[in-house]
């Protein structure tokens, strides 16, 4: 059986895709791969590309040189969870807290792992999440 490495890249869908990739940037500071009118693709610190589209733009693909990217849309609240370290869990409270974002729950795992659930602009559930949340991790 062939393996998987990670998960490369995840999408978001916004009604307000500046707000919401400026607080990826500013909160996380992601770097911006790509930006333009439907979506923004950023770098979620190296293994992980966010990808945040404006929602209804990506439903019907895009085609060009390179190929056909099928087309693909949500709605409501989507949940992605970013791994921390779990030396850095109370800095990444702090820094929500700097950013005014409000912890919306605060849960210790049986496995030992701690996790912080937040909302972004958008209201998707946003987890950061330590070592020993899932048997892989």
Same mark, same amino acid.
């Given at each position: 059986?062939?393996?998987?490495?990670?998960?490369?890249?995840?999408?978001? +869908?916004?009604?307000?895709?500046?707000?919401?990739?400026?607080?990826?940037?500013?909160?996380?500071?992601?770097?911006?791969?790509?930006?333009?009118?439907?979506?923004? $693709?950023?770098?979620?610190?190296?293994?992980?590309?966010?990808?945040?589209? $404006?929602?209804?733009?990506?439903?019907?693909? &895009?085609?060009?040189?390179?190929?056909? &990217?099928?087309?693909?849309?949500?709605?409501?609240? $989507?949940?992605?969870?970013?791994?921390?370290?779990?030396?850095?869990?109370?800095?990444?409270? $702090?820094?929500? #807290?700097? #950013?005014?974002?409000?912890?919306?729950?605060? &849960?210790?795992?049986?496995?030992?792992?701690?996790?912080? +659930?937040?909302?972004?602009?958008?209201?998707?559930?946003?987890?950061?999440?330590?070592?020993?949340?899932?048997?892989?991790?």
């Amino acid at each position: 059986m062939p393996s998987i490495r990670h998960v490369l890249e995840t999408s978001l +869908y916004c009604d307000d895709l500046a707000a919401t990739a400026r607080f990826y940037e500013d909160v996380f500071g992601f770097r911006v791969h790509f930006r333009d009118a439907r979506v923004v $693709a950023l770098d979620a610190s190296g293994a992980t590309v966010l990808l945040l589209f $404006a929602r209804g733009a990506s439903r019907l693909g &895009i085609t060009s040189s390179e190929g056909t &990217i099928p087309g693909h849309d949500g709605s409501g609240p $989507a949940h992605l969870a970013f791994a921390v370290d779990a030396d850095e869990l109370d800095a990444w409270e $702090a820094r929500l #807290a700097a #950013a005014d974002v409000a912890i919306e729950s605060r &849960i210790s795992w049986a496995r030992g792992g701690r996790s912080l +659930y937040f909302r972004d602009p958008e209201g998707h559930s946003v987890e950061l999440a330590t070592p020993g949340v899932w048997p892989t991790y």
